[in-house]
Nanobody
Framework: QVQLVESGGGLVQAGGSLRLSCAAS????????MGWYRQAPGKQRELVAA???????NYADSVKGRFTISRDNAKNTVYLQMNSLKPEDTAVYYC????????????WGQGTQVTVSS
């Protein structure tokens, strides 16, 4: 098991930037992948970005070219750099871990609120 703690959310104007951090309670070096999800009011939780142990990344179409996921294994931390933010990016952002390639993302953190004003 691993505990995840997200931070870095806040209120920002459209076009602005934020960097979210996800600190893990133990090493994430060997896990299959880390991911960032978000959930807006009244909507289902959606995968925003993921990064594998090998460094491969994938993004939701809605954030491609604007968001960048990265990981620092030495710090057991995953980041989400969010640029050119839009009001529709407003949501609670969650970090999650996928231990194996055939498992689901889990071990959810408490989330961090991102609010983008127009």
């Amino acid at each position: 098991q691993v505990q995840l703690v997200e931070s870095g959310g806040g209120l920002v104007q459209a076009g602005g930037s934020l960097r979210l951090s996800c600190a893990a309670s133990r090493s994430i070096f060997s896990v299959n992948a880390m991911g960032w999800y978000r959930q807006a009011p009244g909507k289902q939780r959606e995968l925003v970005a993921a990064i594998t142990s090998g460094g491969s990344t994938n993004y939701a179409d809605s954030v491609k070219g604007r968001f960048t996921i990265s990981r620092d294994n030495a710090k057991n931390t995953v980041y989400l750099q969010m640029n050119s933010l839009k009001p529709e990016d407003t949501a609670v952002y969650y970090c999650a871990v996928r231990f194996h390639s055939d498992s689901s993302f889990g071990s959810w953190g408490q989330g961090t609120q991102v609010t983008v004003s127009s």
